[in-house]
């Protein structure tokens, strides 16, 4: 099993990415998936998740409004569309997935999203 983050880069505040978890050896619509961060000198954090129906979304209070988690069952992908990003939002991006929400057994590599002018 192995997910694959990607879709990170520089982009100045205010701008928008899109993360994309893509992942083999698994379908992901029968798993639940979350988005975690790391920024430098700070623990790892939950930023949303998604549970396995998509019947439930979860999104930390400072990306509300902003972060939209999202799934392809086709592409068996999982995106993060990220909108009006701050600086704030720096940090390495991982993307995880298991039976329910919170109980992640796959944990895929980080990508980097910097955000600054």
């Known amino acids: 099993v192995q997910l694959q983050a990607s879709g990170g880069g520089l982009v100045q505040p205010g701008g928008s990415l899109r993360l994309s978890c893509d992942a083999s050896?698994?379908?992901?619509?029968?798993?639940?998936i979350g988005w975690f961060r790391q920024a430098p000198g700070k623990e790892r954090e939950g930023v949303s998740s998604?549970?396995?129906?998509?019947?439930?979304?979860y999104y930390k209070d400072s990306v509300k409004g902003r972060f939209t988690i999202s799934r392809d069952n086709a592409k068996n992908t999982v995106y993060l569309q990220m909108n009006y990003l701050e600086p704030e939002d720096t940090a390495v991006y991982y993307c995880?997935?298991?039976?329910?929400?919170?109980?992640?057994?796959?944990w895929g590599q980080g990508t980097l999203v910097t955000v600054s002018s």
């Open positions: 995880a997935s298991g039976p329910v929400v919170a109980q992640y057994n796959y």
């Open positions: 050896g698994i379908t992901l619509d029968y798993y639940a």
């Open positions: 998604l549970s396995s129906s998509s019947s439930k979304t």
